[in-house]
């Protein structure tokens, strides 16, 4: 059963700082692993997908690595923002289901001004 | 693009009432999924439907809840009678085949008293 792991659960940090996100999953059999960004009382936004084939995926400021081997990936956010402050949430896809998801806990991230 | 539209945005109702879910996915997409969220377990898949078929149901939680999707364009989740641990926020989300990042609604926060 795949299960998957995210640490920290909560990060604060000052504006400007570069952070790194952390996620891991028990069963390296993946389809592409997707990090999601949530804010309150909204649903799910896509950040990036990653390929099991593929490493890393980038965009604009975030950065997001694959090592299936290791079962780990994390997420790279480069020069945070206030508007950065959102709970993080990755998600591993099953390979005999494609795009069905096993989510992590997520990362609650705050960057203060 | 609308994005993934689900409705009612809050339900609030009385134990052993039937309640009625609403989703339309985004135009096009191929995969439908039903998701529920609470503090405890995080985010659960419920359902997950290809090309308007059910494949697999099996984190539906009991007999008590049900889902269909009649066409392409709309989804229902229907949970009777509803218990007061059936209290969370489901959340419907569409992708455009396997490796695809999921779209996800805004969600309907259940209250169940």
């Known amino acids: 059963k795949q299960e998957v792991t995210q640490i920290p659960a909560a990060l604060s940090v000052p504006e400007g700082e570069n952070l790194v996100l952390n996620c891991s999953f028990t069963d390296s059999a993946i389809y592409n692993l997707q990090w999601f960004r949530q804010d309150p009382g909204k649903g799910l936004t896509s950040l990036l997908l990653i390929q099991s084939s593929q490493r890393e995926q980038t965009s604009g400021r975030l950065n997001a690595s694959l090592d299936k081997s290791s079962g780990r990936s994390t997420l790279y956010i480069a020069a945070s923002q206030p508007g950065d402050s959102a709970t993080y949430l990755c998600a591993a896809s099953l390979w005999e289901y494609g795009n069905k998801l096993v989510f992590g806990a997520g990362t609650i991230l705050r960057v203060k001004s | 693009d609308a994005g993934v539209i689900q409705s009612p945005r809050h339900e609030v109702t009385e134990m052993g009432q039937e309640v009625t879910l609403r989703c339309k996915p985004i135009?096009?997409?191929?995969?439908l999924f039903w998701y529920r969220q609470t503090m405890m377990r995080g985010l659960e898949l419920l359902i997950y439907f290809n090309n308007n078929v059910p494949i697999d149901d099996s984190g539906m939680p009991e007999d008590r809840f049900s889902a269909k999707m009649p066409n392409a364009s709309f989804s229902t989740l229907k949970i009777q009678p509803s218990e007061p641990r059936d209290s969370a926020v489901y959340f419907c989300?569409?992708?455009?085949?396997?490796?695809?990042?999921?779209?996800f609604g805004n969600g309907t926060r259940l209250t169940v008293t």
């Open positions: 989300a569409s992708s455009l085949g396997h490796n695809s990042p999921l779209h």
């Open positions: 135009s096009g997409h191929n995969s």
